[in-house]
């Protein structure tokens, strides 16, 4: 038998439903602060995502030449694919510019529980303000989105300037193993590497650092920086607003491009794989071949809030089958669209049995019979069977839709 490729999943109607109910509340919610939809394919040239994060980046992706000889890449994440869209297309557009997306990606990972090679991300970009309301308003959008969809997660928040001041004594290149070792959270190899470049020094500062959880502290530690007034009005900023929030000056982030704020959600009912959002501000446009451009974003991890819901059952649909004898057969097309043109789902006997096994496959999945044989063809009444009580009621097909609908038949 053959399978599905390793690290991706099948969804079969029950989850798909599910999933879709999610996706919806989170298209909702980020519309009703002014975001709208792009939409990217789903490769790029490979270029796009290593001209900020080098060759490196290239062993966690799916990488291929296509037939022109182009190295290509299947999209591991949409910031870059969405700002290279806004360099081409949207420098003319009004700014700030307000976008969502909700779009699979790809990465070649070791696949475990809530960690796929294949899964979705539902993020926004706003391109093109850079204010301390611009990145409180992200992280505003990231925690609405996240309550609506339903989970318990705290909310991480802090700034690179923290790390960036406390590390500004190391040359540029160790101070990226710096930020990796604290993204994936591996204290051991940050401490050996601290030691193996004589900065073992830092190791008790950079600890402090990551467990303060007070501003002030955190600015004593990490010494003077430059953005400390726009740290401070950000913070202002989510706590007028009520967030619920977490300080924390330890985010590293995994990927190369953030510039300022930085956070994270975790959901509180996960294992290891349990960060659900992540994002802060950054710059990419001008690498691309376009302006300066300050832009702050998150992407949510949807599968991993899938799972954090855990197995919750959507509102059922009301379901219709309609089973009929030969002599019906025309009137049970007519009485099926009639049905279906009111919006209910409405599912056809497809097997000519008896009317009393359609009757039995009917009552295993629908909650309404629409019995119609040549009596009803004749009269143009329909017979409705309610397939949980077994009453049975004949109406005119006219009033048959609004009693189903109604969930009151007579
Ligand atoms: P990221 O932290 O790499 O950020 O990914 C965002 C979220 O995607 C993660 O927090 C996690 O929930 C989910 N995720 C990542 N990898 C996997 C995986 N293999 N399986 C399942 N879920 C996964 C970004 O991608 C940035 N583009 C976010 C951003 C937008 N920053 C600014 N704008």
Redesign the pocket.
């Given at each position: 038998m053959l399978q599905r490729p390793r690290?991706t999943r099948d969804f079969l109607p029950g989850e798909m439903e599910q999933r879709r109910a999610v996706e919806a509340a989170m298209r909702d919610t980020a519309r009703r602060w002014g975001y709208r939809e792009v939409c990217t394919p789903e490769f790029e040239e490979l270029e796009l995502f290593t001209i900020r994060s080098g060759e490196g980046i290239i062993g966690e992706m799916y990488v291929f030449e296509d037939k022109g000889g182009r190295n290509m890449a299947l999209r591991?994440?949409?910031?870059?694919p969405?700002l290279r869209l806004y360099v081409n297309e949207g420098r003319v557009l009004r700014k700030p510019l307000r976008w969502f997306y909700f779009a699979d990606?790809f990465?070649y990972?070791r696949?475990q529980k809530?960690?796929?090679?294949q899964?979705?991300?539902f993020?926004?970009?706003l391109i093109g303000v850079d204010s301390a309301l611009a990145d409180a308003e992200?992280i505003m959008v990231g925690d609405d989105v996240l309550r609506r969809a339903g989970i318990r997660f705290s909310l991480h928040v802090g700034h690179l300037g923290f790390m960036r001041s406390l590390l500004s004594g190391l040359p540029p290149e160790d101070q990226r193993p710096v930020r990796m070792f604290l993204d994936k959270k591996n204290w051991q190899g940050l401490e050996d590497f601290l030691c193996s470049t004589g900065n073992a020094d830092l190791a008790g500062p950079l600890a402090d650092l990551v467990q303060c959880r007070d501003l002030e502290q955190a600015f004593s530690i990490a010494g003077g920086m430059p953005e400390e007034e726009r740290v401070r009005e950000t913070f202002a900023i989510l706590d007028d607003a009520g967030v619920n929030y977490t300080l924390d000056a330890g985010i590293a982030?995994?990927?190369d491009?953030?510039t300022g704020t930085v956070f994270?959600?975790f959901a509180e009912n996960l294992g290891a794989?349990n960060?659900?959002?992540?994002?802060?501000?950054?710059r990419l446009a001008h690498l691309f071949g376009g302006e300066d451009t300050p832009?702050?974003?998150?992407?949510?991890?949807?599968?991993?809030?899938m799972v954090a819901r855990g197995d919750r059952e959507p509102a059922a649909e009301r379901v219709v089958a309609v089973v009929y004898s030969p002599e019906g057969r025309a009137y049970a097309l007519e009485v099926a669209r009639e049905f279906r043109n009111a919006g209910i789902r409405t599912e056809l006997d497809l097997t000519g049995r008896s009317i009393s096994s359609q009757l039995s496959q009917a009552a295993k999945g629908a909650n309404y019979a629409i019995i119609l044989g040549r009596r009803e063809a004749e009269t143009r009444q329909v017979t409705i069977k309610n397939l949980a009580t077994g009453v049975q009621v004949q109406v005119p097909l006219a009033g048959a839709v609004d009693g189903v609908r109604s969930g009151d038949p007579r």
């Open positions: 690290g591991p994440e949409l910031t870059a969405v990606c990465r990972e696949p809530g960690r796929y090679r899964f979705w991300q993020g926004i970009e992200v982030r995994g990927l491009y953030y994270e959600a794989e960060q659900v959002m992540g994002g802060g501000t950054y832009s702050c974003g998150f992407a949510i991890g949807f599968d991993r809030v």
